[in-house]
């Protein structure tokens, strides 16, 4: 990575929170929705694969690599704000050609999951292997944000095995651990087991206040695509009133 000090922001970002002030990334799936976010007032922003799936038309997980990343660019390039993005399991890349994509799209962060083109978990220590190996080829500037996958896929004691494999995540060079569904019971348990390791949550409809979630463990809280289908549904109340006769508004 070339010293873009975007990454050392976004670094400092997962460290020295209070417990009731966990770092909330909302996640743009375009240009647009990206720049409505920053002049929000966010202090980064975290793409979703699956929402930039949806914009481009293609199911989850079913974008090619080479649409992601001008996707990616687009975004990173159209807002001040560090941005670290969702690149699922990697698309097969090696890892040195990934963090050289990574850093010629702008962004900072990366999320890289351990589920499989498969749909199954990979091996841990593989998938750690493959982290160090990232880890080496980007230096300590780029975010690697890893995500376990045992919530989604059905592994028994789920909270032991998410921090297992967290926690050999982080020891091949993981920044932060992303246990994607892990039920908030479950959050102090991880964070009894992972330490001081930045932990990212997912928010999710209904669910407890950003400041519980962070006070039950979450460093870190992001929203997958929840934020696009939100603004789909508003979208959708829109065009139906526009069908039905009503005025457009502003």
Do not use: Q
């Amino acid at each position: 990575m070339s010293g873009d000090p975007r990454a050392a922001a976004l670094r400092a970002l997962h460290h020295g929170r209070a417990a009731d002030d966990p770092l909330v990334l909302p996640g743009p799936w375009d240009v647009a929705s990206a720049r409505v976010f920053e002049a929000a007032g966010f202090p980064a922003l975290a793409t979703p694969s699956a929402g930039i799936a949806a914009a481009l038309g293609h199911e989850d997980g079913a974008t090619p690599a080479d649409e992601m990343f001008a996707a990616v660019t687009r975004i990173a390039r159209s807002v001040s704000v560090p941005v670290t993005t969702d690149l699922e399991g990697g698309y097969g890349l090696p890892a040195a050609e990934l963090v050289e994509r990574v850093r010629e799209s702008g962004a900072v962060g990366v999320n890289l999951e351990d589920t499989g083109p498969d749909r199954a978990l990979k091996d841990p220590r593989a998938h750690a292997e493959w982290l160090a190996e990232v880890r080496a080829a980007a230096g300590p500037e780029l975010l690697v944000n890893a995500r376990v996958d045992v919530y989604l896929r059905g592994v028994p004691g789920p909270a032991e095995a998410a921090a297992t494999r967290a926690l050999l995540y982080a020891e091949a060079g993981a920044d932060c651990v992303y246990p994607i569904g892990a039920p908030p019971a479950d959050l102090p348990v991880l964070r009894a087991a992972l330490g001081d390791l930045p932990l990212n949550v997912l928010a999710v409809p209904g669910g407890p206040s950003f400041a519980e979630l962070g006070r039950l463990g979450a460093t870190r809280i992001t929203f997958g695509d929840g934020l696009l289908l939100r603004a789909l549904d508003d979208l959708s109340s829109l065009a139906s009133k526009l069908r039905d006769g009503g005025a457009p508004t502003a």
